[in-house]
């Protein structure tokens, strides 16, 4: 199983008998590239065409994050699976809007079961989310009768607003979480989810590279905004079983708190020590396997998103219907 | 599976080709595990990688005087790893 790289410290990223080497002026290491799967680039790095070049052949994606730890772009190196015919029945399924329509619903329908299926979590542990529990359940029932995509956001996002209004109750820390804010992130809880959800969404972009989809072509998000948005889809799904759980497991066991974060400007940011211990904890997760129950095998997190890919590419080449991924343990 | 390769190239025979063979196993080897001392490499690799690292050093080493060992475990928990003298961690994934 390939490994994820992460590169904080400066330096630069070399291509060295024909593996990687990563050099400054204290150290210099080698990374065995038959192992990397992508690389992410947190410290000042600098590498040159050659390495480019490299990293290309060995289909290696790099994501790049800035100063301030958020998303900047990834190094998506050229598709090297093409399918014209796959890509063509991809634009068909965007731009007839019936089509469009199921597979959106589907996105939103496996992310809000997975949503609740947290809450009856705690629930079962004594803190009472019957109230919340409910009203969503009643909003997931809506979500087979809206006629246009703009409607199932709505739906999602009033889903979401009951969500993270639970947070408070099950979280042992004073996070003070009252909306969710992006660009930029006003609170500390904030920031740390938008830092956790655009690891999912990287992640989902390099499986998505091994697959024949066009990460450009979306079904619920909007494909024109100069982004992969079909990451974003997939990402939906993910977010509550493995970002929002690492999320609860990180804070309850006091392991980020409100001491994690320093404050710049109008920016919160995340220590680099902070963001390190994240990393840490978001690989071990993506390594967890679990007993699949169609594969009959155990399977990674990280195969979880690469399988929503293929069944997606499935859905498409009409062979069979797709389903979204929803937890069932 | 989780391996440990070691190996020993012959080079009192002749220095030069010995020499050769030492290097280009060393390039090899560090594309595909992690180099954790001199000639020993430690990592996880799958059965198909194994194979391939066994065919590129196969075009190398002679096998009447240069040999290579590999330790396999399916899981790295059943290696307990202990450190004497400095302790480094050089299969880690963060820089």
Same mark, same amino acid.
Request: glycine residues 2%; positive net charge; hydrophobic residues 35%.
């Given at each position: 199983?390939?490994?994820?790289?992460?590169?904080?410290?400066?330096?630069?990223?070399?291509?060295?008998?024909?593996?990687?080497?990563?050099?400054?002026?204290?150290?210099?290491?080698?990374?065995?590239?038959?192992?990397?799967?992508?690389?992410?680039? &947190?410290?000042?790095?600098?590498?040159?065409?050659?390495?480019?070049?490299?990293?290309?052949?060995?289909?290696?994606?790099?994501?790049?994050?800035?100063?301030?730890?958020? #998303?900047?772009?990834?190094?998506?190196?050229?598709?090297?699976?093409?399918?014209?015919?796959?890509?063509?029945?991809q634009a068909v399924n965007h731009l007839n809007f019936?089509?469009?329509?199921?597979?959106?619903?589907?996105?939103?329908?496996?992310? *809000?079961?997975?949503?609740?299926?947290?809450?009856?979590?705690?629930?079962?542990?004594?803190?009472?989310?019957?109230?919340?529990?409910?009203?969503?359940?009643?909003?997931?029932? +809506?979500?087979?009768?809206?006629?246009?995509?703009?409607?199932?956001?709505?739906?999602?996002?009033?889903?979401?607003?009951?969500?993270?209004?639970?947070?408070?109750?099950?979280?042992?820390?004073?996070?003070?979480?009252?909306?969710?804010?992006?660009? !930029?992130?006003?609170?500390?809880?904030?920031?740390?989810?938008?830092?956790?959800?655009?690891?999912?969404?990287?992640?989902?972009?390099?499986?998505?590279?091994?697959?024949?989809?066009?990460?450009?072509?979306?079904?619920?998000?909007?494909?024109? %905004?100069?982004?992969?948005?079909?990451?974003?889809?997939?990402?939906?799904?993910?977010? !509550?079983?493995v970002g929002d759980r690492l999320i609860f497991s990180?804070?309850?066991?006091?392991?980020?708190?409100? %001491?994690?974060?320093?404050?710049?400007?109008?920016?919160?940011?995340?220590?680099? *020590?902070?963001?390190?211990?994240?990393?840490?904890?978001?690989?071990?997760?993506?390594?967890?396997?679990?007993?699949?129950?169609?594969?009959?095998?155990?399977?990674? #997190?990280?195969?979880? &998103?690469?399988?929503?890919?293929?069944?997606?590419? +499935?859905?498409?080449?009409?062979?069979?219907? #797709?389903?979204? &991924? +929803?937890?069932?343990? | 599976?989780? $391996?440990?390769?070691?190996?020993?190239?012959?080079?009192?025979?002749?220095?030069?080709?010995?020499?050769?063979?030492?290097?280009?196993?060393?390039?090899?080897?560090?594309?595909?595990?992690?180099? $954790?001392?001199?000639?020993?490499?430690?990592?996880?690799?799958?059965?198909?990688?194994?194979?391939?690292?066994?065919?590129?050093?196969?075009?190398?080493?002679?096998?009447?005087?240069?040999?290579?060992?590999?330790?396999?475990?399916?899981?790295?928990?059943?290696?307990?790893?202990?450190?004497?003298?400095?302790?480094?961690?050089?299969?880690?994934?963060?820089?």
């Open positions: 199983m390939k490994r994820s790289y992460y590169l904080f410290s400066n330096g630069e990223l070399k291509r060295r008998d024909n593996s990687l080497i990563i050099k400054n002026t204290r150290t210099s290491k080698y990374i065995p590239v038959e192992d990397v799967n992508q690389i992410y680039v &947190f410290g000042e790095i600098s590498f040159n065409s050659k390495l480019t070049n490299f990293l290309f052949q060995n289909n290696i994606t790099v994501h790049f994050f800035n100063y301030y730890g958020y #998303y900047s772009g990834s190094f998506y190196p050229r598709e090297n699976l093409l399918s014209g015919d796959v890509h063509l029945k019936h089509k469009r329509l199921l597979i959106a619903k589907e996105f939103i329908n496996s992310a *809000s079961f997975n949503i609740s299926r947290n809450l009856k979590y705690y629930n079962r542990k004594g803190i009472t989310l019957e109230f919340q529990i409910k009203e969503i359940d009643f909003l997931r029932k +809506k979500i087979n009768n809206v006629n246009s995509i703009e409607e199932l956001m709505g739906i999602e996002g009033n889903i979401r607003k009951i969500y993270y209004s639970t947070w408070d109750f099950f979280i042992n820390q004073n996070i003070n979480f009252k909306k969710r804010e992006k660009h !930029p992130p006003k609170n500390w809880i904030n920031s740390l989810i938008s830092f956790i959800n655009s690891l999912i969404y990287t992640t989902t972009l390099t499986e998505i590279y091994h697959t024949h989809l066009d990460p450009t072509i979306s079904f619920l998000h909007s494909p024109s %905004e100069r982004r992969y948005s079909l990451s974003l889809d997939i990402s939906e799904i993910f977010k !509550p079983i990180l804070l309850n066991k006091n392991m980020i708190t409100h %001491e994690s974060f320093i404050e710049e400007f109008n920016h919160i940011i995340l220590k680099d *020590s902070a963001k390190k211990i994240i990393l840490k904890e978001f690989d071990e997760r993506l390594k967890q396997t679990i007993k699949h129950k169609k594969l009959n095998k155990k399977v990674s #997190y990280r195969r979880l &998103f690469r399988l929503e890919c293929y069944k997606l590419e +499935k859905h498409v080449t009409e062979d069979t219907k #797709y389903e979204g &991924f +929803k937890i069932w343990w | 599976m989780y $391996v440990i390769l070691i190996y020993d190239i012959n080079i009192e025979e002749d220095n030069k080709k010995g020499q050769r063979i030492l290097n280009n196993s060393f390039k090899i080897c560090k594309k595909y595990l992690n180099h $954790v001392q001199k000639s020993v490499f430690e990592g996880e690799i799958d059965k198909a990688q194994l194979e391939k690292l066994h065919a590129e050093l196969n075009r190398y080493i002679r096998k009447d005087l240069d040999s290579v060992i590999i330790f396999k475990s399916n899981n790295p928990r059943w290696l307990m790893k202990d450190f004497w003298g400095i302790k480094e961690d050089k299969t880690s994934n963060f820089f």
